[in-house]
């Protein structure tokens, strides 16, 4: 296994000039640390809007063919430290997050948005969840629910 993990802020019509940060690969790692650092330039108002979230995908590097979804982690923004700026600047305590995993037989709310034609940003959305499906039922080890 070659985990590293894809960094991304979203909603992307909230971050439309971010790039997708990502971790250094762990080489035949089972358990790595990913012990790194990312900055995002970005103001902090977007940051505070209800649904503003780091996503964090794990995934298992291939040199042939598409890498393997492990899972995602989803970090509300308004819960980073230093964020309201009442907090002082300092060392970040440490965040455990639960990876989830794409539910293969469909999710109700994509649905939904799949039917608004007309909302180019509920498309895009739903085009990239559906491709994290995808990346899901590909992967011959799924972790357990």
Not at 25 to 44: C, G, I, R, S, Y
Not at 86 to 94: A, D, I, L, N
């Amino acid at each position: 296994s070659d985990p590293f993990v894809q960094l991304t802020l979203e909603p992307r019509h909230e971050f439309p000039e971010l790039a997708a940060r990502e971790t250094q690969k762990h080489k035949k790692d089972l358990h790595p640390l990913f012990d790194e650092t990312f900055e995002f330039l970005v103001p902090a108002e977007p940051c505070r809007k209800a649904g503003a979230c780091l996503l964090l995908t794990v995934l298992d590097y291939d040199t042939l063919g598409a890498d393997d979804l492990e899972g995602e982690a989803f970090l509300p923004l308004r819960e980073v430290p230093g964020l309201s700026g009442s907090e002082e600047p300092g060392e970040v305590p440490q965040t455990r997050l639960p990876l989830t995993y794409p539910a293969p037989n469909g999710d109700p709310i994509l649905q939904l948005l799949e039917g608004r034609k007309g909302d180019r940003e509920a498309q895009v959305f739903v085009r990239l969840r559906r491709h994290r499906t995808k990346q899901a039922s590909q992967h011959a080890l799924r972790p357990a629910p």
